[in-house]
């Protein structure tokens, strides 16, 4: 082969390789561009719908939030607090009235999906003791309410069907007798249901310090574990300290519980600002800590599981920080938030529960002086 020649086949086979070195890492970068917009697009993403819920009829007015769930039709149960109303809120009612309104809604409202109220009712009745400050709700698959509260001697849960007809007390309203008294509560905050083995999961509470669990059909007591799943004590606690090592307690109160599929139990830790997971038998799992320096009330108000088949997702209510973090459940990881301080459209003002449709629409309530419930649509690929 003549030089010229030479030099030319090689200059061509330089071109080749090259083009083809580039060719390839153009191929790689998009495909890690595609890979990471598909991830993206995966994390779920919301907007406020702040024409959710539609105004209440009977010249109603909501008070504090003191939980919310959806129920396997996707309807939207909140308990409020009526007597949490001022008098400004409740003008009318007074005597003379000081304005044209308003007037206390009952405490428990369920909503479909529009906003339109479906149904109304609680309050004191015979055969039960209602609770001095509602707090917490849920709504099982076998058609029944349960509802607990969080004044000094709201020692109790009650059971009711859909249409407020009394069911079942467990516990009752009288002083709290401690953490391990397996037939009094001590202010409930939570509660979660184990359809498959018909048992109720109580975060329990405001006055004890334990996950107790019942026959959610005789009310029968099952079992109950403290932090780690330790036996829980009573034991006064130092302020929490987030340089101190945490503590082997958990503190007051124990705010949520929620049952995941694969039979895994989160609980809020809310001052300690931890999720403690465990088995269904209280077997300690893993903890994850979020936002450590956050005093006051403290970072883990609520969950909500996500409804795709893995359960990719956990949604964490932060009330003293005011938002909502997106966690992987696998990991605890945080991936995103949404949600700032403040009483606009979209922002909060104590958060204080939440949940989520099987359309992965997120509904939230709020505490303190915020006093409302909102909706935010989901907007992102999470559930295609």
């Known amino acids: 082969m003549k030089p010229a020649q030479h030099r030319g086949h090689w ?8 083009f083809s070195v580039c060719v390839t890492a153009s191929v790689l970068i998009a495909a890690a561009a595609t890979s990471r917009t598909a991830h993206a697009g995966d994390i779920p993403a919301f907007a406020v719908d702040a024409s959710w819920p539609k105004q209440l009829p009977n010249n109603w007015i909501m008070g504090q939030v003191g939980g919310i769930t959806v129920d396997w039709q996707g309807h939207i ?9 001022t008098e400004d809120e409740k003008g009318v009612t007074l005597n003379p009235p000081r304005s044209k309104c308003c007037v206390p809604a009952p405490p428990v409202l369920e909503f479909d999906a529009d906003g ?23 709504v099982d698959e076998r058609g029944f309410v349960w509802i607990g509260g969080n004044a000094d001697n ?5 059971k009711f ?12 309203i009288a002083p709290r007798t401690g953490s391990n008294d397996t037939t009094q509560l001590g202010k409930p905050a939570e509660t979660a249901i184990d359809k498959a083995a018909d048992e109720l999961y109580v975060a329990d509470g405001y006055g ?9 059909t ?6 109950h574990w403290g932090a780690y799943g330790n036996p829980p004590d009573d034991d006064k606690q130092p302020p929490y300290d987030p340089k101190a090592q945490a503590q082997q307690q958990f503190g007051n109160p124990v705010h949520c519980v929620k049952i995941a599929n694969d039979g895994l139990v989160y609980v809020c830790d809310r001052t300690q600002n931890r999720i403690q997971v465990f088995k269904k038998d209280g077997t300690f799992v893993k903890e994850w800590f979020y936002e450590k320096n956050t005093l006051g009330n403290g970072a883990v108000w609520d969950l909500a599981i996500w409804p795709d088949p893995q359960q990719t997702w956990l949604l964490n209510a932060d009330g003293e920080n005011n938002e909502i973090r997106i966690l ?23 958060v204080h529960a939440m949940a989520i449709d099987q359309q992965g629409n997120v509904y939230t309530g709020e505490v303190d002086n915020a006093k409302r419930i909102q909706k935010f649509k989901l907007i992102s690929d999470a559930l295609r």
């Open 11 to 18: 200059a061509a086979a330089r071109f080749a390789n090259i």
């Open 154 to 158: 709201d020692d109790v849960l009650l």
């Open 208 to 216: 004890n310090r334990r996950i107790i669990v019942y026959d959610a």
């Open 161 to 172: 069907t859909l249409d407020g007809k009394f069911v079942m007390q467990i516990g009752k």
């Open 77 to 85: 149960w909140v308990i409020q607090r009526p007597r949490s109303l």
């Open 328 to 350: 992987k459940r696998e990991d605890g990881s945080v991936v995103g938030s949404f949600g700032h301080n403040g009483r606009n459209a979209g922002q909060f003002h104590w």
């Open 116 to 138: 339109n109220l479906l149904r109304s009712w609680g309050g004191p009745g015979e055969g039960y003791e209602w609770v001095g400050r509602e707090h917490g709700i849920e």
């Open 218 to 223: 005789t009310g029968a007591y099952k079992r």
